[in-house]
């Protein structure tokens, strides 16, 4: 099979690979249909989030069951439509046993795909753990209703869900890229009043208000934070999420809280985030400073997946490119560099399936703009 593996900072590379085998009782084969490009990609293959050379990359797949271990017989079946997400808890460790998924094994641990073990960008994918992992997808839905749970809905609300969103409270949602997007819907879904989208993007805080932001500031017009506190009577937003992963953007979410907030870490760092000492009170503010990685699992799937079912949730509009897999590189570049408007590419390793998503995409972006 054709796949795209990591060869080191900067060096990747799309090659042939042997297609995986079931080799343990509990490993389901996936034939990958559609996937995306994450954020976290891009720092992989920047080198500015190590991981071993070799690698097929990839964390976010959607696709049909080709083979079933001896163990899952009866529980599924071969063809049988799936997604995974991209975190891939086993279940029964330490870390799965106290409720923290994400860290199944150690720490980071539940990411495996992509980063410990081959990834989602080929045409079939082991996945490991798969009675844990295999989330059926409803009737009715399509791979594109559904890719953006793996990992960026699932990441964005939990931003949400951990800052402990309460009906009324006023959230800032510190950078609206495709996460910051999905956790300021995850601000709306949890009943916030106030919500404040914050980016540099007029382009994506347009979209921003499409997902539930009722305020949005762009960078380029001032420092943010005194502008929070004028619209919370001088207080400060009960919660702030920082969706970037910068020492600028998580100061700034943490000098938007008022005292007792809520700064909910979504970004992903690279060496030490630091906290200033007036916007922390010397470590006297009662503030709660939370992180988290994306929520995985079949269970949490079929929730996300039951919520854009009901149409409570549409993600689509957050695709706005499809190609090949087999011109990933070319989907990379665009969507590294952030051109085009881009949010989210889907990649099909079907190539008719990337023209035919090509269009349909293109119907989305018409969409949205009648939806601002
Ligand atoms: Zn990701
Ligand atoms: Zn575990």
Redesign the pocket.
């Known amino acids: 099979m054709k796949a795209l593996v990591f060869h080191g900072p900067g060096q990747k590379a799309w090659e042939e690979r042997p297609k995986p085998r079931v080799e343990d009782a509990s490993d389901a084969v996936v034939r990958i249909t559609t996937t995306t490009i994450?954020?976290?990609?891009v720092h992989i293959v920047r080198g500015e989030y190590p991981v071993k050379p070799g690698l097929i990359l990839g964390?976010?797949p959607v696709g049909v069951i080709d083979e079933l271990g001896a163990g899952l017989e009866g529980l599924y079946d071969v063809g049988q439509r799936v997604i995974v997400g991209?975190i891939t808890p086993c279940g029964q460790c330490f870390y799965c046993l106290n409720g923290v998924h994400s860290q199944c094994g150690g720490g980071v641990g539940g990411w495996k795909f992509g980063n410990t073990i081959n990834g989602a960008w080929a045409e079939y994918l082991l996945v490991p753990d798969a009675r844990a992992n295999l989330a059926p997808i409803p009737t009715g839905l399509t791979d594109e209703d559904v890719v953006l749970c793996c990992?960026?809905f699932s990441?964005g609300l939990s931003g949400a869900e951990s800052g402990n969103i309460k009906v009324g409270d006023a959230v800032a949602v510190f950078a609206q890229g495709p996460i910051g997007l999905c956790a300021t819907l995850g601000a709306k879904l949890r009943g916030a009043a106030l919500i404040i989208g914050i980016d540099g993007n007029a382009d994506r805080l347009r979209i921003a208000r499409t997902m539930g932001a009722t305020v949005t500031l762009n960078i380029h017009d001032g420092d943010p934070v005194p502008e929070i506190k004028r619209l919370t009577e001088g207080r400060g937003a009960d919660v702030a999420i920082e969706a970037l992963g910068l020492q600028e953007t998580f100061e700034n979410a943490l000098r938007a809280i008022r005292p007792g907030g809520t700064l909910s870490s979504l970004g992903v760092y690279s060496g030490k985030v630091v906290a200033p000492y007036e916007a922390f009170y010397a470590g006297l503010g009662d503030e709660k400073i939370v992180t988290t990685l994306?929520p995985g699992g079949k269970e949490r799937m079929r929730r996300l997946m039951a919520a854009i079912q009901t149409r409570r949730v549409d993600l689509r509009p957050l695709v706005t490119h499809a190609f090949a897999l087999d011109d990933i590189a070319e989907a990379f570049d665009l969507f590294s560099h952030q051109r085009d408007g881009v949010l989210k590419v889907a990649l099909y390793p079907d190539p008719a399936r990337a023209k035919a998503a090509q269009s349909s995409v293109a119907a989305g972006l018409v969409d949205l703009q009648v939806l601002s």
């Open positions: 994450c954020g976290t990609d964390h976010e991209a990992d960026i990441t994306c």
